[in-house]
């Protein structure tokens, strides 16, 4: 038995190295530097705590080179490195380790049975010792033993002892229930352990990818966990173009969760080409890169840009719209008037005043994409994001 493997009552032991130190080793984490018995034992009582029961054993996680990978030590000789899969198997082969259920008694055994049963060796003698001759009683045996004694002995016993004796002798004779017994407990045996042999017995399959020979149910987890192509850890932002005059365009900040998308320029047409991202962090990287010569290198947020396939539609300002607007008090005539002199700014710079950017099929919050002519801090691009949330209405 494995020595990760130990009784419930007894609880882990371990001793003192004699090798390579004066200290005690853990014997399931070969990575664990020795140290003294205190310690060791607050690290073996974590193995201890996570440990598995089975009936009064406790089968600790070992860490050693029997496997690539940590895993369980089953007694039947086994290893399986999930806790789940090794509950599983437990079960299992508790199961088929238990003894086999007793044989039947002749008295319970069907009527196609090839033995007699016990019941003619106490009320066939008389009638054989008195009516039938000692020839027929030792020659008859051998050949109704296999074919008429199942029908014969239930039937024929109670009346041959009065009515018929010498002919229900050669038929039936009752000396072939002491011998037939015995052979057919021999027979009957090991035909139910070769059944239940070949229903344990598990079908092996070979990985097509190594090599390796496993339980055919457990080849699709093996190639699941060891041959599976692993994804690009530069995952691809999701980008969508709102200024196809200078080429820019709105990424997402951030591959997980909401976050305030980002504009990003990629014009590498005409005679300035410039590519840049408005993000402070991005800029650091991009200077860093130029100071180590790196002049290739790019942020995340533009090597995005080269998935880009979506240009986003310009949301035009109607002047329906914004009388409506002011007379439900929305705001005034004075920013009716700031609206339409920036849309007329926007038409003759040749650039969309406000486009919608959504990454989200159901958003609650709205990022939209506007113009702002003057160069700030927060519009290094010459646009600026503005966002509404719909459930807090902000």
């Given at each position: 038995?494995?020595?990760?493997?130990?009784?419930?009552?007894?609880g882990?032991?371990?001793?003192r190295?004699?090798?390579?130190?004066?200290?005690?080793?853990c014997?399931?984490?070969?990575?664990?530097?020795?140290?003294?018995?205190?310690?060791?034992?607050?690290?073996?009582?974590?193995?201890?705590?996570n440990?598995?029961?089975?009936?009064?054993?406790?089968?600790?996680?070992?860490?050693?080179?029997?496997r690539?990978?940590?895993?369980?030590?089953?007694?039947?000789?086994?290893?399986?490195?999930?806790?789940?899969?090794?509950?599983?198997?437990?079960?299992?082969?508790?199961?088929?380790?238990a003894?086999?259920?007793?044989?039947?008694?002749?008295?319970?055994?069907?009527?196609?049975?090839?033995?007699?049963?016990?019941?003619?060796?106490?009320?066939?003698?008389?009638?054989?010792?008195?009516?039938?001759?000692?020839?027929?009683?030792?020659?008859?045996?051998?050949?109704?033993?296999?074919?008429?004694?199942?029908?014969?002995?239930?039937?024929?016993?109670?009346?041959?002892?009065?009515?018929?004796?010498?002919?229900?002798?050669?038929?039936?004779?009752?000396?072939?229930?002491?011998?037939a017994?015995?052979?057919?407990?021999?027979?009957?045996?090991?035909?139910?352990?070769?059944?239940?042999?070949?229903?344990?017995?598990?079908?092996?399959?070979?990985?097509?990818?190594?090599?390796?020979?496993?339980?055919?149910?457990?080849?699709?987890?093996?190639?699941?966990?060891?041959?599976?192509k692993?994804?690009?850890?530069?995952?691809?932002?999701?980008?969508?173009?709102?200024?196809?005059?200078n080429?820019?365009?709105?990424?997402?900040?951030?591959?997980?969760?909401?976050?305030?998308?980002?504009?990003?320029?990629?014009?590498?047409?005409?005679?300035?080409?410039?590519?840049?991202?408005?993000?402070?962090?991005?800029?650091?990287?991009?200077?860093?890169?130029?100071?180590s010569?790196?002049?290739?290198?790019?942020?995340?947020?533009?090597?995005?840009?080269?998935?880009?396939?979506?240009?986003?539609?310009?949301?035009?300002?109607?002047?329906?719209?914004?009388?409506?607007?002011?007379?439900?008090?929305?705001?005034?005539?004075?920013?009716?008037?700031?609206?339409?002199?920036?849309?007329?700014?926007?038409?003759?710079?040749?650039v969309?005043?406000?486009?919608?950017?959504?990454?989200?099929?159901?958003?609650?919050?709205?990022?939209?994409?506007?113009?702002?002519?003057?160069?700030?801090?927060?519009?290094?691009?010459g646009?600026?994001?503005?966002?509404?949330?719909?459930?807090?209405?902000?």
């Amino acid at each position: 038995m494995h020595h990760s493997i130990f009784p419930t009552s007894e609880g882990y032991k371990v001793e003192r190295c004699t090798v390579c130190c004066t200290l005690f080793h853990c014997p399931l984490c070969p990575k664990y530097k020795p140290s003294q018995r205190g310690r060791l034992q607050k690290h073996l009582d974590v193995h201890v705590k996570n440990a598995i029961t089975f009936k009064d054993l406790k089968i600790c996680k070992c860490s050693l080179d029997c496997r690539n990978t940590p895993h369980f030590h089953c007694p039947c000789d086994k290893t399986v490195i999930r806790r789940a899969d090794m509950e599983k198997h437990l079960q299992t082969c508790h199961t088929s380790a238990a003894p086999d259920p007793p044989l039947l008694q002749p008295s319970t055994l069907p009527e196609d049975a090839p033995c007699a049963p016990p019941t003619t060796s106490s009320a066939a003698p008389p009638t054989t010792s008195s009516a039938a001759p000692p020839t027929t009683s030792s020659a008859a045996p051998p050949t109704t033993s296999s074919a008429a004694q199942p029908t014969t002995s239930s039937a024929a016993q109670p009346t041959t002892s009065s009515a018929a004796p010498p002919t229900t002798s050669s038929a039936a004779p009752p000396t072939t229930s002491s011998a037939a017994q015995p052979t057919t407990s021999s027979a009957a045996q090991p035909t139910t352990s070769s059944s239940s042999i070949q229903h344990t017995s598990s079908k092996k399959a070979k990985c097509s990818h190594c090599g390796l020979i496993c339980l055919a149910k457990n080849l699709n987890k093996h190639i699941h966990r060891k041959h599976r192509k692993k994804k690009n850890s530069d995952g691809v932002l999701r980008a969508i173009c709102v200024d196809a005059t200078n080429g820019i365009s709105a990424v997402q900040k951030a591959s997980h969760g909401f976050s305030v998308p980002i504009h990003v320029q990629k014009k590498t047409w005409g005679h300035l080409h410039k590519v840049q991202c408005e993000l402070e962090e991005c800029r650091q990287y991009h200077l860093m890169a130029l100071r180590s010569g790196l002049t290739f290198s790019q942020c995340e947020h533009i090597r995005s840009l080269d998935h880009c396939r979506e240009i986003a539609t310009e949301e035009w300002l109607k002047d329906e719209t914004l009388e409506e607007m002011v007379s439900l008090k929305f705001f005034g005539e004075a920013k009716k008037a700031t609206c339409k002199k920036r849309q007329q700014q926007a038409q003759k710079d040749h650039v969309p005043l406000c486009v919608e950017v959504s990454f989200q099929k159901n958003p609650t919050q709205y990022c939209l994409s506007v113009h702002e002519p003057a160069l700030h801090h927060y519009s290094r691009l010459g646009r600026v994001m503005v966002t509404y949330n719909s459930t807090a209405h902000t």
